[in-house]
């Protein structure tokens, strides 16, 4: 385990898988299976994962609560800032990699945390951890999975592990040993789930958590044989009956059952001295997710943390929250120099995280379409939704003038009016 203080080991170069494809300035295109071909942007995959998946759980992946006003503003928040590219510059030494935490990476995002990706993709956690491995770039593991954390941390010794808090000291504390134990260096604490949210989209489409037997469920499986037989199926078949693994630290509730009630936990309670609890006893890295005040993350940055994720929950607690894009600089300049300070929410392409960076962002990290990209191509699917949001980022850099992402302020970019 690595102290608070440490800086995570030595410098990674890029993984030995990509160093072998560069010659010169370019990177030779990984040779992508047929099926996904056609698949051009990360949005063409949801657009494949919405005829692959089952109402209900394409309904979990891609809904959020109430109105959706949150979601959709994620997306228009982007488009309120255009570029004002420089010319005449020597860009042919240009690179997406970054350095996060003392370790360098081969692009500048990760994988958030998704619950449940096990239901969207044979394996999804593992899945998503061995792409991410191979392509040098992090992966948060959701506490609401269904693969044991210990399998990740096995599959990707690197991989950062989110926790929802317990609502109760004894075990969080549990909860926190079982990560330790499993070898875990950074963890994320997600902090905006003090009630549950209302997820209307959820019960239109037919989810919940459990999922409980009907014939309606039934009938969204059979109209969906490929997931019926490629994920469900042969999960059942190899692994059993899935359950919510890493909530807390035993075992949770099946993933299917009628009776069955997953337990929450209230957590209306909790405040910043669980957060404190928590900074005490973990000797790892520790990152605050869900922060979207600047008040905040000063209040944060004061408790220990080592690093802040500004985000709404990709708009899945409370709708109306505004886009974390949009008080992205305000916590860059509460929280100073010192605390690295991250974002997810409505990223999808190469040209959204250079306006994220330009705004004050350290990283990024991308959710949705990296499970939609499992769940239709596999870990080949999730390998070829990195290569090409990092192409993306490596091309616009080279049309903005960027030599390096640590280039990119607030010059680069003007702001168009609120879409």
Request: hydrophobic share 45%; charged share 20%.
């Amino acid at each position: 385990m690595q102290s608070r203080s440490g800086s995570g080991g030595p410098a990674h170069p890029l993984s030995a898988r990509a160093a072998s494809q560069r010659t010169d300035d370019h990177v030779r295109p990984r040779k992508v299976p047929r099926r996904l071909r056609s698949v051009l942007s990360l949005d063409d995959f949801e657009a494949s994962a919405r005829r692959h998946l089952p109402r209900p759980i394409f309904g979990y992946v891609s809904g959020a609560s109430e109105t959706n006003a949150s979601l959709r503003d994620n997306r228009c928040a982007f488009a309120a800032f255009g570029f004002v590219p420089r010319v005449l510059i020597d860009v042919s030494g240009r690179s997406p990699e970054i350095e996060l935490f003392g370790r360098r990476y081969a692009a500048p995002f990760g994988i958030a945390p998704m619950g449940i990706a096990a239901l969207s993709a044979y394996r999804g956690d593992l899945v998503l951890a061995q792409a991410a491995a191979d392509a040098n770039i992090p992966m948060i593991m959701s506490g609401s999975s269904l693969i044991p954390l210990e399998d990740v941390a096995k599959a990707n010794p690197d991989a950062w592990f989110q926790a929802y808090l317990p609502g109760e000291p004894d075990r969080i504390l549990a909860l926190v040993e079982r990560v330790e134990r499993a070898g875990f260096g950074t963890l994320v604490l997600t902090v905006d789930t003090a009630v549950l949210a209302n997820r209307e989209n959820n019960v239109r489409t037919g989810f919940s958590t459990p999922l409980r037997p009907s014939l309606r469920l039934a009938w969204d499986g059979l109209i969906r044989p490929h997931w019926t037989l490629g994920t469900f199926l042969r999960t059942l078949a190899k692994h059993g009956m899935p359950h919510f693994e890493n909530s807390y630290a035993t075992r949770g509730a099946p993933i299917l059952a009628r009776n069955v009630m997953r337990d929450f936990g209230a957590k209306d309670h909790l405040n910043w001295s669980h957060f404190a609890l928590i900074r005490e006893r973990w000797t790892g890295r520790l990152v605050v997710k869900g922060i979207m005040a600047a008040e905040d993350a000063r209040i944060a940055r004061d408790h220990g943390a080592d690093g802040i994720v500004v985000s709404n929950h990709g708009g899945r607690q409370l709708d109306g929250t505004v886009s974390p894009l949009r008080v992205l600089p305000g916590i860059v300049d509460a929280v100073g120099a010192t605390t690295p300070v991250m974002m997810d929410g409505g990223i999808r392409r190469g040209s959204d995280v250079l306006k994220a960076m330009a705004l004050g962002a350290a990283f990024v990290f991308v959710g949705r379409p990296f499970v939609y990209a499992a769940a239709v191509g596999g870990r080949d699917g999730v390998a070829h939704a990195i290569e090409i949001l990092a192409s993306e980022i490596k091309r616009n850099m080279g049309l903005a003038g960027l030599t390096s992402l640590r280039d990119a302020g607030p010059s680069l970019l003007h702001r168009t009016g609120d879409a």
